[in-house]
Nanobody, 115 residues
Framework: QVQLVESGGGLVQAGGSLRLSCTAS????????MGWSRQAPGKRRELVAT???????NVVDSMKDRFTISRDNAKNTVYLQMNSLKPEDTGVYYC?????????WGQGTQVTVSS
């Protein structure tokens, strides 16, 4: 069974930085795409970034200048470095992986950016 555990969320002032981590565990071999999404209060979940197994990143245009996605295949871990955070970045951040034709999701980690 695949499990994803996120960490690194918290409360930060506007302009600050956070680094989210997500580690996949279970009987896993060679994860395909890994990614991050977020859901702000009262809004739909939206994609933030994805990264392929060969480390090709794709960050949503509106966040490309502030967010960076990376991964460590040996650790089955994906990271999201978030800089210059804004109050509108507040929300629950979820990691996901595409493995053996299925998407798996973590429980989410809260990010709160104060003004």
């Amino acid at each position: 069974q695949v499990q994803l555990v996120e960490s690194g969320g918290g409360l930060v002032q506007a302009g600050g930085s956070l680094r989210l981590s997500c580690t996949a565990s279970g009987r896993i071999f060679s994860i395909n795409t890994m990614g991050w999404s977020r859901q702000a209060p009262g809004k739909r979940r939206e994609l933030v970034a994805t990264i392929t197994s060969d480390h090709s990143p794709n960050v949503v245009d509106s966040m490309k200048d502030r967010f960076t996605i990376s991964r460590d295949n040996a650790k089955n871990t994906v990271y999201l470095q978030m800089n210059s955070l804004k109050p509108e970045d507040t929300g629950v951040y979820y990691c996901s992986i595409f493995y053996r034709q299925m998407w798996y999701w973590g429980q989410g980690t809260q990010v709160t950016v104060s003004s």
